[in-house]
């Protein structure tokens, strides 16, 4: 992949990049945001790595209970089709990984919801960054279901729009398959002491 010099601005305009790719001088620092909300590793790779898949979608239709019922899932986000169509857009993109044992993984409290919100105010702000210098294609897919709000107002208006992204899982995006597809592996944890991962990407350019 091509580094650049990081990004010049002039007179606080930002330069809009074009196919550059990223430079270690921006990753270092998107790292650095990233860590301060539970995110331990990021690395970016070809979007065609990316392996879409329509059993995804039966996954989030039979057998989730968030089915219908938020933003940031299905129906309401995009069908597989759509999905391929929007990454065809892209060439790069980023995959934020993190790793964290959590007791009330399967609980509905404040404990693991806060954890959520970190998570995903995380990812957001750095799409934010990102945009800022000058990437202005990035948008991200988050991991987990949305928890900034205790209950999503779907189908009423959203009340964090600026925030609201779609899963990850919620573009047909076959996690296990794509982290095989860049050499990674991962697996699932069977019980609430084990240690599990979460993946968020940021569609890049």
Excluded at 25 to 48: N, Y
Aim: a positive charge.
């Amino acid at each position: 992949m091509k580094c650049e010099p990081a990004l010049a601005v002039k007179n606080n305009v930002v330069e809009f990049r074009n196919n550059s790719g990223i430079s270690s001088t921006l990753t270092g620092r998107l790292l650095k945001k990233c860590q301060e909300h539970g995110i331990s590793a990021i690395f970016p790779f070809p979007v065609d790595k990316i392996i879409v898949k329509d059993w995804v979608n039966l996954k989030c239709r039979y057998g989730c209970s968030k089915f219908g019922t938020s933003w940031c899932c299905p129906p309401a986000t995009p069908e597989p089709e759509k999905a391929r169509a929007i990454l065809s857009e892209y060439t790069t993109a980023i995959l934020l990984t993190g790793h964290r044992r959590c007791a009330d993984f399967y609980l509905d409290n404040c404990r693991k919801r806060s954890g959520m919100v970190r998570y995903w105010k995380g990812i957001v702000s750095a799409e934010r960054l990102l945009f800022l210098e000058g990437y202005y294609k990035a948008f991200a897919l988050v991991s987990g279901v949305c928890s900034l709000c205790k209950k999503c107002a779907y189908p009423d208006p959203c009340r964090f729009p600026q925030e609201k992204r779609p899963m990850i899982e919620s573009f047909s995006i076959d996690v296990i398959g794509t982290l095989r597809n860049l050499g990674g592996t991962s697996h699932v944890a069977v019980n609430t002491s084990d240690v599990f991962s979460y993946y968020g990407i940021i569609l890049l350019e």
